[in-house]
């Protein structure tokens, strides 16, 4: 167990719906990460979050969103769901920032019909 | 703006030979390097990082791997592969400070008996 939790592990959904993604990050670490994990694209940065503001946007698409919320959990918000956006879906924290490194959860697989 | 490259999408070993994954970097400012290991359906495990001190990075499970600033490189080493070390393997950089860090496309390892 990493420290780092997310839900659910598996998700399947219809094309058009609406899901959320959800990341508990290791006690005592203030930065959370959203990556996208897939085989043509590999490991994709979506987002970053530092003590509730964000940080650092990457390729993340329009009809994506996160926040971080006042007890450090994060959310990622996917909607209007393509088949291309199954992928997995990694949560990680860190202490501060990406200099210390990252501690990684076991990922959210997404699976859009 | 930092980029990775990994050179060999694949890397087969016997037990027991050298392990030598390649990673290239670039940079615009002094890195923090990474490598991360990715076993089957899990997330990415932090193996060592290079911080700006010791050239020479010592990780766990008998890896290290060497920074070399006139080579751009970062290589991961092991003198001994075993077969528990069979996984995908991530180089990443990032700036530091509250930059995001780039992975990577992975190698993905395998050991033979």
């Known amino acids: 167990d990493s420290g780092v939790t997310q839900t659910p592990k598996h998700l399947i959904t219809a094309t058009g719906q609406r899901v959320t993604l959800r990341c508990s990050p290791r006690?005592?670490?203030?930065?959370v990460y959203w990556y996208q994990q897939s085989l043509d694209q590999g490991l994709q940065f979506l987002i970053q979050y530092y003590n509730g503001e964000e940080r650092a946007k990457g390729n993340i698409l329009e009809r994506f969103s996160a926040q971080q919320f006042p007890d450090l959990h994060s959310e990622l918000n996917l909607s209007s769901l393509e088949l291309g956006d199954s992928a997995l879906y990694f949560c990680?924290?860190?202490?501060?920032?990406?200099?210390?490194?990252?501690?990684f959860g076991s990922g959210t697989r997404l699976t859009v019909v | 703006a930092q980029s990775v490259t990994q050179l060999g999408s694949h890397v087969s070993v016997s037990e027991g030979a050298l392990v030598l994954l390649r990673c290239n970097y670039s940079s615009s400012v002094p890195p923090y390097l990474f490598w991360y290991v990715q076993y089957p359906n899990q997330g990415l495990q932090l193996l060592l990082k290079y911080t700006s001190a010791a050239t020479l990075v010592k990780g766990i499970n008998g890896f290290e791997a060497e920074f070399k600033k006139s080579e751009t490189s970062f290589h991961l080493t092991k003198p001994s592969a075993h077969m528990s070390d069979a996984a995908e393997y991530f180089c990443?950089?990032?700036?530091?400070?509250?930059?995001?860090?780039?992975f990577g496309p992975g190698t993905s390892l395998s050991v033979i008996p």
């Open positions: 990680a924290s860190s202490p501060r920032q990406g200099a210390d490194g990252y501690t």
């Open positions: 990443a950089v990032t700036a530091a400070s509250y930059d995001k860090v780039i």
């Open positions: 006690s005592g670490d203030l930065s």
